[in-house]
């Protein structure tokens, strides 16, 4: 701070014995040094705001992908002859498109190998979704390259029945039998 003092003094000692043709030189340093003393009192503030963007941006890229994920359309949520929605699929769109925040309420189909497929996919979703969607507003349907994770609901039931089927009933030991634990 000392030194910039001495600096802009000596910047005025001169500038007051020079003729005009020398003081643009003086105005252009004094100008100078008044934009780097502006420029030093308030660092770090013009890189802390860009900083805190960049580190927020893949938090935000992340929920994203969330929320498409969330809101996607696999095959097992089409009838596979008419391409139709089946029981679950038309209880997907209608989570999407009455739970689901305003501004998340996009619907994703899983690409077919086929587009006319997929293009008979997108257009049962947005049927259905405007039939089902609370705040009249078109719903915005598209296809996806994300792959569904999801199983048919027939297949899921049938693993659990035939769990259940599989399973010994439950038996108390014979009375009169030794355990190793009474021991």
């Known amino acids: 701070m000392r030194q910039m003092i001495l600096a802009i003094l000596a910047v005025v000692f001169v500038a007051s014995g020079v003729s005009s043709a020398q003081a643009a030189w003086v105005k252009s340093t004094v100008r100078y040094l008044r934009a780097g ?9 013009p890189y802390i705001c860009p900083d805190r963007a960049a580190a927020r941006a893949p938090f935000e890229l ?14 097992h949520h089409f ?32 690409r ?34 994300l792959v569904s994770e999801g199983r048919p609901a027939e297949t899921v039931d049938t693993i659990y029945v035939r769990w259940h089927e599989s399973m010994q009933p439950p038996v108390l ?4 039998a030794s355990s190793s634990l009474s021991q």
């Open 37 to 45: 003393y502006h420029r030093n009192e308030v660092w770090p503030w």
């Open 62 to 75: 992340m929920v994203s992908n969330g929320w498409r994920r969330q809101n996607l359309l696999g095959p």
């Open 79 to 110: 009838n596979a002859e008419k391409n139709t929605l089946t029981t679950a699929g038309e209880l997907k769109v209608r989570w999407i498109m009455t739970q689901a925040p305003p501004d998340r309420r996009s619907i994703f189909v899983e």
């Open 112 to 145: 077919s190998i086929d587009p006319e497929v997929t293009d008979a996919r997108v257009a049962a979703a947005s049927d259905y979704a405007e039939r089902v969607a609370v705040d009249g507003q078109a719903p915005q349907v598209g296809d996806t390259h």
């Open 173 to 176: 030991p014979a009375p009169g």
